[in-house]
């Protein structure tokens, strides 16, 4: 783990998304199998028969090294021959499955048919593709986003993929949140965390069903309390997404379209907010939120800005520990 903070070992991510993807990749190069991402899975969905987790494998897919950087989701050199022949049966094939994607889903689901654990099934796919970081489903139950809009609720991936995100977004809800339960490996991850940190996920889809998932919000605030403290990253830069939704689902649901508007959603939770340089002057709204505000180039365009990025907030993360301390 050279060229780590000292202070830092284990270190706990909520992800969900390209954004936590590649904030992932880069804690990884650092912190190597000190660093454990708690996934969101609420967007998971079934396909042809088949369970798709796609938070989960973009996060995966990106750890390994194998995903499709152009895209921000699937695998790089990824061909679709079983969505063509989906399509010539008159199949629905909005939601298309690469074929080596293919490959996760098959046993996917052959292993949780057979009565596996979600998170045992998500260890085994992990170590087969040599992923250092641990990667924990947020919950082995089912939870699923919905969005109202004006037609009524829909599920997440008929609003993100087949509708091409435009209907706005009115509410949100998370079916089979109250009824699910944190699992034993993430309740560990936050236990023995030195730091936490909130990936520049969407706050709505991706960090907020995760903190949905009975204890896991519980766990956090227990390690912040224990001295660990909460870094969160703005996916906003310059009032915009860097990719997918947040802007508008900030503004459908009354909130400031800024990376200040982002820090408004992790008032008691985080500690620390880094944000990008172009928003530096929303800094001082930031502290005024009772935030420690870190400034830094947040965007990962290569491998490189990734792990800069990374070491940025595990500084910052270890500078609040220490702060924390005297």
Same mark, same amino acid.
């Given at each position: 783990?050279?060229?780590?903070?000292?202070?830092?070992?284990?270190?706990?991510?909520?992800?969900?998304?390209?954004?936590?993807?590649?904030?992932?990749?880069?804690?990884?190069?650092?912190?190597?199998?000190?660093?454990?991402?708690?996934?969101?899975?609420?967007?998971?969905?079934?396909?042809?028969?088949?369970?798709?987790?796609?938070?989960?494998?973009?996060?995966?897919?990106?750890?390994?090294?194998?995903?499709?950087?152009?895209?921000?989701?699937?695998?790089?050199?990824?061909?679709?021959?079983?969505?063509?022949?989906?399509?010539?049966?008159?199949?629905?094939?909005?939601?298309?499955?690469?074929?080596?994607?293919?490959?996760?889903?098959?046993?996917?689901?052959?292993?949780?048919?057979?009565?596996?654990?979600?998170?045992?099934?998500?260890?085994?796919?992990?170590?087969?593709?040599?992923?250092?970081?641990?990667?924990?489903?947020?919950?082995?139950?089912?939870?699923?986003?919905?969005?109202?809009?004006?037609?009524?609720?829909?599920?997440?991936?008929?609003?993100?993929?087949?509708?091409?995100?435009?209907?706005?977004?009115?509410?949100?809800?998370?079916?089979?949140?109250?009824?699910?339960?944190?699992?034993?490996?993430?309740?560990?991850?936050?236990?023995?965390?030195?730091?936490?940190?909130?990936?520049?996920?969407?706050?709505?889809?991706?960090?907020?069903?995760?903190?949905?998932?009975?204890?896991?919000?519980?766990?956090?605030?227990?390690?912040?309390?224990?001295?660990?403290?909460?870094?969160?990253?703005?996916?906003?830069?310059?009032?915009?997404?860097?990719?997918?939704?947040?802007?508008?689902?900030?503004?459908?649901?009354?909130?400031?379209?800024?990376?200040?508007?982002?820090?408004?959603?992790?008032?008691?939770?985080?500690?620390?907010?880094?944000? !990008?340089?172009?928003? /530096?002057? $929303? @800094?001082?709204? *930031?502290?005024?939120?009772?935030?420690? +505000?870190?400034? #830094? %180039?947040?965007?990962?365009?290569? !491998?490189?800005?990734? /792990?800069? $990025? @990374?070491?940025? *907030?595990?500084?910052?993360?270890?500078? +609040?520990?220490? #702060? %924390?301390?005297?």
């Amino acid at each position: 783990m050279a060229g780590m903070p000292p202070t830092l070992e284990r270190v706990v991510l909520l992800a969900g998304g390209v954004g936590g993807a590649r904030l992932a990749h880069g804690l990884q190069a650092v912190l190597d199998d000190g660093l454990a991402v708690v996934v969101n899975t609420a967007d998971d969905l079934d396909r042809h028969g088949l369970l798709v987790s796609p938070d989960h494998d973009t996060v995966m897919y990106t750890l390994a090294g194998i995903d499709n950087p152009e895209w921000g989701w699937g695998i790089a050199g990824e061909t679709f021959a079983n969505a063509e022949m989906l399509d010539r049966y008159g199949e629905e094939t909005w939601f298309r499955l690469g074929d080596r994607d293919l490959a996760t889903h098959l046993v996917r689901t052959r292993r949780i048919r057979a009565g596996d654990r979600p998170t045992d099934v998500a260890r085994d796919l992990q170590r087969a593709l040599a992923v250092r970081a641990q990667l924990l489903p947020m919950t082995d139950q089912a939870v699923r986003t919905e969005v109202l809009t004006s037609d009524g609720w829909l599920e997440f991936q008929d609003y993100f993929v087949r509708l091409h995100q435009e209907p706005e977004v009115l509410d949100l809800r998370f079916a089979g949140a109250e009824d699910a339960t944190a699992t034993p490996e993430v309740l560990a991850a936050f236990a023995a965390a030195e730091a936490i940190v909130i990936g520049p996920s969407n706050p709505f889809v991706s960090v907020q069903p995760i903190l949905a998932v009975p204890g896991i919000e519980a766990a956090l605030q227990t390690a912040r309390g224990d001295g660990a403290p909460v870094v969160a990253v703005s996916g906003i830069i310059g009032g915009r997404a860097v990719k997918g939704p947040a802007d508008r689902m900030l503004r459908s649901l009354g909130y400031e379209v800024s990376a200040l508007g982002v820090a408004r959603q992790y008032t008691g939770l985080a500690d620390v907010f880094v944000l !990008d340089r172009v928003d /530096e002057a $929303l @800094a001082p709204g *930031v502290e005024a939120l009772g935030l420690r +505000a870190v400034v #830094a %180039d947040t965007l990962m365009t290569d !491998d490189a800005a990734r /792990e800069r $990025l @990374a070491r940025e *907030v595990l500084g910052a993360a270890a500078a +609040a520990r220490r #702060a %924390d301390r005297t």
